[in-house]
């Protein structure tokens, strides 16, 4: 069962994104903020990383950044978690390290997409290396 490690700070989109990726046979980890992300994710194995991109303190693109320039964690793929879902935000996140976006609210199919495309890119991208 992939690992998916959920790094958000607002306990009810924790909650609602915890019990999606549970209910499809995941299992998730979570940490409210980038600091305890980056360690959850350096020191555990983790398949996935869902990151909201408006956190206290180190925020989500900058987090993405720091987990794509170490190389113990270079090659998770993360998704964007995100509640400005405005034009060019895609883009941004795509050039900032994420593989996929998901728009807040969360929708819950919307959601098992991006993350089930993201573990088939994470587990090609594993095997190319």
Do not use: F, W
């Amino acid at each position: 069962m992939p690992r998916i490690l959920i790094i958000e700070d607002t306990p009810a989109n924790l909650q609602l994104t915890m019990a999606i990726l549970e209910g499809a046979g995941h299992v998730p980890l979570s940490a409210p903020n980038a600091e305890h992300g980056l360690r959850i994710a350096s020191t555990e194995p983790v398949d996935l990383i869902l990151m909201d991109i408006r956190l206290p303190g180190i925020d989500g693109l900058t987090a993405t950044r720091l987990l794509k320039e170490d190389p113990r964690t270079a090659r998770i793929p993360i998704i964007a978690l995100t509640a400005s879902a405005m034009k060019g935000d895609e883009q941004r996140m795509r050039e900032g390290g994420c593989v996929g976006y998901v728009a807040k609210p969360i929708r819950y199919r919307e959601l098992l997409d991006a993350v089930d495309e993201a573990l088939v890119q994470g587990k090609t991208a594993t095997r190319q290396n």
